[in-house]
């Protein structure tokens, strides 16, 4: 089982369409979790931290099931601009793993 | 603030041939980390370093890869000499500690001829 795994997509939706993404992770230890958006040829960016919590910050809402080892990603009302990949990452002993993103593309 | 720079931005080079990829972390940041991107995956970390020391190269091709960070600042990878496989973006990151945020460099797309 890979350590970290990502539906690779694409999804493809509508403008204003509400999407999310799954991410599962191996190992139970892990201790935290990120979300990175990664446009074509350009470098990961941060989206946001995931909590125990959960947290949202606008459109975006970002969940953590401990019990079931995964994260997820929820965005509303979608926008042309949310086109990109998303990278989830978990870190483990200071040591960051990446999925290999799930790519969204948002259609007018 | 400037951010995490890196040169060069494009490198073509033969198989066998060897190549060496620099980067200039954020100022003040203690962590600096160098990825492996090949194309359609996710970045895969190669080495990490804590200010100059190594914390973490545990997935580092080291019969051919290696990096350094000699006073603490700017970092610098290597191969030698490269495969095929070795096309793809290396990305240099830096985080101001280990458990702090990772900010990226704009990557060295690499291709292997």
């Known amino acids: 089982r890979k350590e970290v795994e990502q539906d690779p997509g694409p999804f493809n939706v509508p403008e204003g369409a509400t999407v999310a993404f799954n991410c599962t992770y191996s190992?139970?230890?892990?201790?935290?979790f990120f979300w990175y958006r990664q446009d074509c040829r350009k470098e990961p960016k941060l989206l946001m931290s995931v909590y125990s919590s959960g947290n949202e910050d606008g459109r975006f809402t970002a969940q953590l099931n401990r019990a079931s080892q995964y994260i997820s990603l929820l965005i509303r009302d979608s926008k042309l601009s949310d086109s990109a990949t998303y990278l989830c990452a978990v870190e483990l002993n200071n040591d960051m793993r990446f999925g290999a993103g799930t790519r969204l593309t948002v259609k007018p | 603030e400037a951010g995490v720079a890196q040169s060069p931005r494009y490198k073509i080079i033969e198989k066998r041939q060897s190549v060496a990829f620099w980067c200039n972390p954020i100022?003040?940041?203690?962590?600096l980390y160098w990825y492996q991107q090949i194309l359609g995956q996710g970045p895969k970390l190669l080495i990490q370093?804590?200010?100059?020391?190594?914390?973490?190269d545990s997935q580092l091709p080291k019969d051919r890869f290696s990096a350094e960070r000699l006073k603490g600042v700017d970092s610098t990878l290597k191969i030698q000499p490269a495969k095929l496989e070795d096309s793809a973006v290396y990305l240099c990151?830096?985080?101001?500690?280990?458990?702090?945020?990772?900010?990226f460099g704009p990557g060295t797309r690499l291709t292997v001829l």
């Open positions: 990151a830096s985080s101001l500690d280990l458990t702090n945020e990772q900010f």
């Open positions: 370093f804590q200010n100059n020391g190594v914390v973490d």
């Open positions: 190992n139970s230890a892990s201790q935290s």
């Open positions: 100022s003040g940041h203690a962590t």
